[in-house]
């Protein structure tokens, strides 16, 4: 069968139930494909591979293999602009971390994650903040921002993160990109 073909028979039609049921897929049925939030995605816009409106169709069409694969699910950065633009709000950013919490139940732990965990680890959040962005915010009147990495390291060490993502990733049942096409 060519690849672009939807077989029937593979569709799970209780995935769509399966997200609703996590913290932030409550209101994956809702979306009626406006597509709004493909048109805002800034991910969208670089790699036109990536698109939200296209990832919750498959999922409500019960492609939940692909839908897990996929590379999208990761790359959305949460910044929310299509969150404030849809006009049925699915909740967009919230969805895709729902469909992440499934995937990483089922084993599927994308590499980006490590960075995210490597990020974590050594600046305490996942964007580095030193003098120059703090430079910057004296002179907005905001306050510093500080970093605390061994609170970040504590919950690390208690929760053994480190371990369950190298070892998640060593049994990883997805292929980068599968199911992204
Ligand atoms: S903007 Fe909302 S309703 Fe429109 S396609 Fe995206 S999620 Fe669905
Ligand atoms: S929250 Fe994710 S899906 Fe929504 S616009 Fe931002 S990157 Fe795209």
Request: proline share 5%; with cysteine; charged share 30%.
């Amino acid at each position: 069968m060519p690849e672009d073909v939807i077989d029937a028979s593979e569709l799970d039609p209780e995935f769509k139930f399966e997200i609703a049921r996590q913290p932030g897929g409550e209101n994956i049925k809702l979306c009626f494909q406006c597509g709004t939030c493909s048109g805002t995605c800034p991910v969208r816009a670089i790699n036109d591979r990536y698109n939200p409106r296209r990832i919750i169709r498959m999922a409500l069409l019960g492609m939940r293999k692909e839908v897990l694969c996929s590379d999208f699910i990761w790359l959305c950065s949460t910044c929310y602009a299509c969150h404030e633009r849809c006009p049925q709000n699915v909740r967009i950013p919230e969805l895709m971390m729902a469909i992440r919490n499934i995937a990483i139940k089922e084993g599927n732990v994308h590499p980006l994650y490590k960075s995210y965990v490597e990020m974590l680890d050594k600046h305490g959040r996942l964007l580095e903040v030193g003098e120059f962005e703090n430079e910057k915010r004296r002179k907005l009147g905001l306050p510093e921002v500080a970093t605390d990495v061994e609170r970040v390291r504590k919950v690390f060490d208690a929760t053994r993160i480190r371990e369950k993502v190298e070892g998640k990733l060593a049994e990883r049942v997805c292929t980068t990109g599968e199911g992204s096409k």
